[in-house]
DNA sequence: GATCAAAATAGGAATGATTCTAATTTTTTG
DNA sequence: CAAAAAATTAGAATCATTCCTATTTTGATC
C-alpha cells in the first residue's frame, strides 16, 4: 500500500487519550472505529486490524476494547445477547437495529430532552450510563 | 408443605395465554416470574421451579422463556453481557441497575411521555421493542 | 378409550463470545 | 543499562445459551 511512507501517515492519534497510553494496537484499533459507522464488533476489529498488525491477536483486540471503554474514548454497545459492539460516538445517544438489513443507526436526543427528566427514578440516584436500544424495521416508504 | 391439596390451591393459570398452551413447566415458570420483582435469570428460575417440578430441565426453562417472550407474556432483559434477566411487568418501563447492591429496579416513564416524542428517529421507522438500561447507586441520604 | 400426529420435554453435547493464564515482549523508570 | 511495570500473545477455560435426539405428553379422530 505504502509508495512513500510519508504520503501515508494515516491520522495522527496522541501518545495518550483520556490518561491511556496509546499504544499502536490501540491506536489500530481506536483508528478503525473512528473511521466506521457500523458499529462493529471486537471480531470484526480484530480481522480488519489483522492488515496493519498481521501479529495481533482476538485478547489484545478485547484488551485494547476494554481499555479505550474505560477510559471513555469509545462506547461499547450490546443488543440483546448478540456480540458486543463498538462505538466511537460519546455524544449521549440511543441506537436503532433495523432488523430488516441488520444494520444499526445511531439515534440522537431531540434539543433540550433530558433522560433523568422523563423518567420516574428513586430519589437519590447517581445514574453512570444509560443505555437505550430500539429494534425495528425502516418502512419502504 | 402442603397439609390439605385444597387448601394448597394456588394462583389459578389458564391453559391458555396470548395463544400459548400453558403447560405444567410454563406454568410453574410463569406463577414464579409472577411473584418475583427481582428479575430472575433463567438458571434462578430453573432452581426454583426445581421444587415443584424437580425433573425439569434447564432446556425446558429456557424452552418455555422464550415461548413466554415471544407470546408477550413476560419480557426479557439484558443488561450488558450479564445473563437475561425475566420479567413480569408488560408495562413500557426501563430498568435501574443499582451497582452497590446488584439489584435491578423498574423505572417507569413519567406521564404523558411518549419515547418517540423524544427521539430522532428516521422516517418511516416502525418501532417494534425499546430497550432503556440505567446503571448506577442509589446514593446513602 | 385406543390410535396417530404434533408438540413439549429431558438430558447431554455443542457453540461461541468472552475471559483467564502463563510466557514473552515492550516500555518506562531509576 | 538493569529492573520493574505494563502490554501483548496464544491457547485454554468459562459459561450462558442453543442444538440434538430420544422419550413423553397432549390433542384430535375414530
Redesign the pocket.
Known sequence: MTINGLQNRQTEIP?EING??M????QEVYRFLMGERTHP???EVFIRIKEA?P??????V???L??LVQHKIIRQVNFD????RYCPNLDEHGHFHDETTGTIHDVKFKPGINLTDILELPPNTVIKDIEITLRGQLAAS
Chains 1, 2 share one sequence.
Open positions: 501518545e491511556l497510553r499504544t499502536r494496537q490501540r464488533t471486537a471480531n498488525l501479529n495481533v491477536s482476538l485478547a489484545t478485547y484488551n485494547c476494554e481499555a445477547r448478540e456480540p458486543s
